[in-house]
């Protein structure tokens, strides 16, 4: 089977900032190859679909001290169908592959694919099982990559051979962050375009798939490791202010300091997307969190982590927002009553999508 275009990323991965990258790039693609058939491949190894979606069969594996920390996850097995099936509605809006897997990846034939974006290439995280077609490994095609990154990988690590050989025979690379770039040119002596992650390319401000939510005047939350203080200040700052606080699940969580929390099954990717939309602030600790405030020119507070700032260090100190988020992560009333500069900000992203959708045309020879 022959198509013009694929792209290899975390196919029905639920996760909302997965979702929203993979789409914004399908859509940007289709656009720029408005007369050829572009897909999303859909593939993802086995053991990572079982990570999510069986959830029990993984804990029944797991050795007796660590079934304690994950027995939560097993609570309401009616909810993780109800997510899969919110998940896979979504993803099925966006055009695809049948399934492909290295028992079948022969049969296929695809002139060019783009592997990205997302963490596609952290090889160290075990649930992604070092998934050779996160790699292009097995294709029929020319690889590219779009605004790819090695996530976790240190920025001293020695690349597995298998990644080495992948990188040197990838026509057009293009990577979402410094340290992907530093590893890349590691490998191949050229260091690589870091582009822009594929949801600043699309317009989420004007698409319809993108629903509103019920609530109005509301502080959206989402994701993980607040801290204390954090939580304690953003409940002080709700209550002065006399603005609800409403939270998206992230990872089944229960925020009971949330004066609404809005559970995963309920709540698809296009939901999701509407409630960064028409928050009047946000408190995220997330990079799509980051990602999506920013699109929707909103005023957020950030609760940063390491893991996310390594992400997010450079471009924040090129929106000039680096300061602000640098040095009191619990200081709420700053970051929320922050001036946001978003006449400066979004000519700094304009710039930055005129250069990435430059990559991405050159890499699809228009």
């Known amino acids: 089977m022959k198509y013009d275009i694929g792209i290899q990323t975390f196919w029905n991965v639920p996760n909302y900032g997965t979702f929203a990258q993979a789409y914004a790039l399908q859509k940007v693609l289709q656009e720029i190859n408005e007369n050829k058939d572009v897909r999303q ?15 029990a069969a993984y804990y029944r594996s797991f050795p007796i001290w660590k079934k304690s920390f ?8 009616k909810n993780i169908e109800e997510k899969e099936k919110n998940f896979f509605s979504a993803y099925e809006t966006i055009p695809h592959t049948v399934n492909i897997d290295l028992k079948n990846i022969k049969d296929f034939h695809f002139d060019k694919i783009f592997l990205g974006s997302d963490i596609v290439w952290d090889y160290s995280v075990d649930v992604f099982n070092k ?11 020319e690889i590219n990559s779009y605004a790819a990154s090695f996530g976790t990988v240190s920025a001293h690590a020695e690349l597995p051979q298998y990644v080495k050989d992948a990188l040197r025979k990838m026509k057009a690379i293009s990577v979402r962050d410094e340290k992907s770039a530093n590893l890349v040119k590691s490998v191949t002596g050229i260091k690589p375009q870091v582009v822009l992650d594929p949801t600043w390319l699309w317009n989420f401000n004007d698409d ?4 509103k939510p019920d609530e109005e005047d509301y502080i959206l939350v989402y994701g993980q490791d607040f ?5 304690k200040n953003l409940r002080k700052y709700a209550n002065e202010y006399r603005i609800k606080i409403v939270a998206l699940d992230c990872n089944d969580d229960h925020y009971d300091w ?9 709540l698809s990717p296009f939901q999701w997307i509407g409630y960064f939309k028409y928050a009047s602030k946000i408190a995220t600790s997330t990079f799509h969190g980051i990602t999506f405030s920013l699109i929707f020119n909103k005023s957020f507070a950030f609760c940063k982590t390491d893991f996310i700032m390594a992400k997010v260090d450079k471009f924040l100190k090129e929106l000039s ?16 009553n922050n001036d946001f500069n978003y006449s400066y900000i979004n000519d700094v992203i304009k710039k930055k999508k005129v250069e990435s959708l430059d990559f991405l045309r050159k890499a699809c020879n228009k």
């Open 41 to 55: 491949i859909a593939h993802l190894d086995q053991h990572h679909f079982n990570f999510y979606y069986d959830i």
């Open 70 to 77: 994950w027995k939560s996850f097993l609570i309401n097995t």
């Open 131 to 141: 998934d050779p077609l996160l790699f292009g490994i097995g294709f029929s095609g």
């Open 208 to 211: 319809e798939n993108i629903i």
């Open 227 to 231: 801290t204390i203080d954090f939580i």
């Open 258 to 266: 949330c004066d609404k929390m809005v559970s995963q099954s309920d």
């Open 321 to 336: 927002l680096f300061d602000l988020f640098n040095k009191d992560q619990n200081d709420v009333y700053t970051m929320l």
